[in-house]
């Protein structure tokens, strides 16, 4: 992978990571457009690439989250994760598979536009406008939620948002809870790629050049997802999903029509 295409993809990272487009989808159709062949460095760097978007709401919201006397909000985040943790376990081969097919994609992107077309109309009854009224077993739900983010395409930041926003969460507090959540979920998937590509392929991490690129990849995730999360809120606030969910149509109809002419594989 050259330094050019490292940019891309750590651009393509930061933008979507937050939106509810998928980033995984975005950097695997960007890696099929570049013609990036799917090596394990490849396979490493699309998901180690978004701890560092993931950071940016360490950053952003760095006196919520490190507010120690509120230790009840770091368990509801353990304890939504749990279902990742389990499931990404289990399914760990599977989902490496499944990040190789922009057809997978392609289907996803387009099944989940048209939810989310119809989303704020399903889930309109928003209660809870705090975080300290999010129980553990709403956390629980909304981390079950989350897990179908590992179908490529989906998009964590739609699932688990739609989660939070099915046990009656408002649309922005529900996208707070999802990027909180966020960061114990890749912190975890991260550490475990990392770990295992170490195992079965330990020249790929000990090569200087590739964790170069990880790292320049990393940092520039993580200053173009600080600007797309304070768009997110603000538009999501005044306009909802509508939007996101037709930019999800337009674009997995374009990918088939790709596929099926031969250009995507």
Not at 72 to 91: N, R, T
Not at 120 to 132: A, S, V, W
Not at 165 to 178: C, G, I, N, V
Request: aromatic share 12%; net charge positive.
């Amino acid at each position: 992978m050259t330094s050019i295409q490292t940019i891309i993809l750590s651009i393509v990272e930061g933008l979507t990571e937050f939106l509810p487009v998928s980033s995984t989808g975005h950097m695997i159709i960007a890696s099929s457009l570049m013609g990036i062949e799917k090596d394990e460095f490849v396979k490493l760097f699309e998901i180690a690439i978004q701890l560092g978007a993931i950071l940016a709401v360490v950053v952003l919201y760095w006196k919520k989250f490190f507010d120690l006397s509120k230790w009840q909000f770091y368990i509801k985040l353990v304890v939504a994760v749990i279902p990742a943790l389990v499931l990404g376990k289990l399914l760990s081969d599977k989902i490496d598979a499944l990040l190789e097919s922009p057809t997978t994609v392609a289907f996803s992107l387009l099944i989940g536009g048209i939810i989310l077309l119809f989303v704020d109309k399903i889930f309109n009854e928003h209660t809870i406008t705090e975080e300290k009224n999010i129980s553990y077993g709403k956390g629980f739900i909304i981390g079950i939620w989350q897990c179908l983010a590992m179908i490529p395409g989906v998009s964590r930041s739609a699932a688990s948002i739609i989660g939070g926003m099915s046990q009656k969460l408002t649309r922005s507090l529900a996208a707070e809870f999802s990027f909180f959540l966020a960061v114990p979920t890749m912190v975890a998937a991260t550490g475990y790629k990392l770990l295992k590509t170490y195992k079965e392929h330990p020249e790929v991490i000990k090569n200087k050049h590739n964790l170069m690129l990880l790292g320049f990849g990393n940092l520039l995730a993580f200053i173009v997802a600080m600007i797309a999360i304070k768009f997110f809120i603000s538009y999501l606030q005044k306009h909802g999903f509508k939007l996101f969910g037709w930019y999800r149509i337009v674009v997995g109809i374009l990918l088939l029509l790709l596929i099926m002419k031969g250009y995507l594989g």
